[in-house]
C-alpha cells in the first residue's frame, strides 16, 4: 500500500495506491474516487454494538467501507468532510487516542474502539468520548484546518477542547474552565485540556465550533408569521 497526501493543508486529498489483494477501510463518505478494479463491502465494524457506539458517542460512522483491489491493483482516494489536512500514521502495536470525528482510515488488521474519557474530561463534548485505535497498520486521521504536531513539554501544555484532535495515551489530562463564568462568557474562551508526561498531540489550526459561532449572527431566521 502506497499513500500520498495532496493538496494540504486547507484541502487535503489522501491517494492509496493498492496492490491487487489489499484493501483499506475508511469511514462512510469519505470515498472521493477509485479505480474499476477496487470493489466496496459495507459492514458494522465490531458488531452491532461496537458500530453503535462509535455513531451514538464518538460521531463517527455506523457503517464503514472496505476497499479491496479485488480485480489487479488499483487507487482510492480519500478526503475529509471538512476543509483540512490529513495525518498519516504507522501503527506499529501502539495506540492513539482520536476526538470526534477525527478518523478517516485506515489497515482493516487497526482495531477501532470507543473509550470513555472518564470524569475528567465531562464537561468537554470533544473529549468525553474518544477514538482508540491500536494494532499494527496505516492509521489516517483528519482535522479542521492545518495540523500541528506537538512534543508536549515538561511543564506541560493547554490547549483548547475544540482544537484537541489526537494524542498518544501515554500522556494524561485534565478538562478545565479558563477563570470563572464571567471570563468565559466575555473573554470567548471556555474551557481547556491540560496535558501532562510524556508524548505526542496533534492540534488543529481552526475550531468547528467557532466557526458556527461566527456565521450564526449571519444565518437568516424563520419568520414568526
Given at each position: 500500500?502506497?499513500?500520498?497526501?495532496?493538496?494540504g493543508?486547507?484541502?487535503a486529498?489522501?491517494?492509496?495506491q493498492?496492490?491487487?489483494?489489499?484493501?483499506?477501510?475508511?469511514?462512510?463518505?469519505?470515498?472521493?474516487?477509485?479505480?474499476?478494479?477496487?470493489?466496496?463491502?459495507?459492514?458494522?465494524?465490531?458488531?452491532?454494538?461496537g458500530a453503535?457506539?462509535?455513531?451514538?458517542?464518538?460521531?463517527?460512522?455506523?457503517?464503514?467501507?472496505?476497499?479491496?483491489?479485488?480485480?489487479?491493483?488499483?487507487?482510492?482516494?480519500?478526503?475529509?468532510?471538512?476543509?483540512?489536512?490529513?495525518?498519516?500514521?504507522?501503527?506499529?502495536?501502539?495506540?492513539?487516542?482520536?476526538?470526534?470525528?477525527?478518523?478517516?482510515?485506515?489497515?482493516?488488521?487497526?482495531?477501532?474502539?470507543t473509550?470513555?474519557?472518564?470524569?475528567?474530561?465531562?464537561?468537554?463534548?470533544?473529549?468525553?468520548?474518544?477514538?482508540?485505535?491500536?494494532?499494527?497498520?496505516?492509521?489516517?486521521?483528519?482535522?479542521?484546518?492545518?495540523?500541528?504536531?506537538?512534543?508536549v513539554?515538561?511543564?506541560?501544555?493547554?490547549?483548547?477542547?475544540?482544537h484537541?484532535?489526537?494524542f498518544?495515551?501515554?500522556l494524561?489530562?485534565?478538562?478545565?474552565?479558563?477563570?470563572?463564568?464571567?471570563?468565559?462568557?466575555?473573554?470567548?474562551?471556555?474551557l481547556?485540556?491540560?496535558?501532562?508526561?510524556?508524548?505526542?498531540?496533534w492540534?488543529?489550526?481552526?475550531?468547528?465550533?467557532a466557526?458556527?459561532?461566527?456565521?450564526l449572527?449571519?444565518?437568516?431566521?424563520?419568520?414568526?408569521?
Open positions: 500500500m502506497n499513500i500520498t497526501i495532496e493538496h493543508p486547507a484541502f486529498l489522501a491517494r492509496v493498492l496492490a491487487s489483494g489489499e484493501a483499506i477501510r475508511a469511514e462512510s463518505g469519505a470515498m472521493v474516487s477509485m479505480s474499476t478494479t477496487v470493489e466496496i463491502e459495507t459492514k458494522m465494524q465490531g458488531g452491532f454494538l453503535l457506539a462509535r455513531k451514538v458517542l464518538s460521531s463517527e460512522s455506523f457503517f464503514q467501507n472496505t476497499f479491496t483491489a479485488a480485480r489487479g491493483a488499483g487507487e482510492v482516494t480519500f478526503a475529509p468532510s471538512l476543509m483540512g489536512d490529513i495525518q498519516r500514521r504507522e501503527m506499529n502495536g501502539s495506540d492513539l487516542l482520536l476526538t470526534s470525528g477525527s478518523y478517516l482510515a485506515s489497515s482493516p488488521g487497526l482495531e477501532l474502539q473509550k470513555w474519557g472518564g470524569m475528567k474530561s465531562f464537561f468537554a463534548k470533544e473529549g468525553l468520548f474518544l477514538l482508540r485505535a491500536s494494532g499494527h497498520g496505516t492509521l489516517l486521521f483528519t482535522c479542521y484546518g492545518a495540523l500541528v504536531e506537538i512534543d513539554p515538561a511543564a506541560g501544555y493547554v490547549v483548547d477542547t475544540g484537541v484532535v489526537a498518544e495515551p501515554s494524561d489530562y485534565e478538562v478545565r474552565k479558563v477563570g470563572g463564568i464571567k471570563s468565559m462568557f466575555l473573554s470567548g474562551e471556555g481547556v485540556c491540560s496535558f501532562s508526561g510524556r508524548g505526542k498531540l492540534i488543529q489550526t481552526r475550531s468547528l465550533d466557526f458556527v459561532g461566527a456565521i449572527p449571519f444565518l437568516p431566521t424563520r419568520s414568526s408569521n
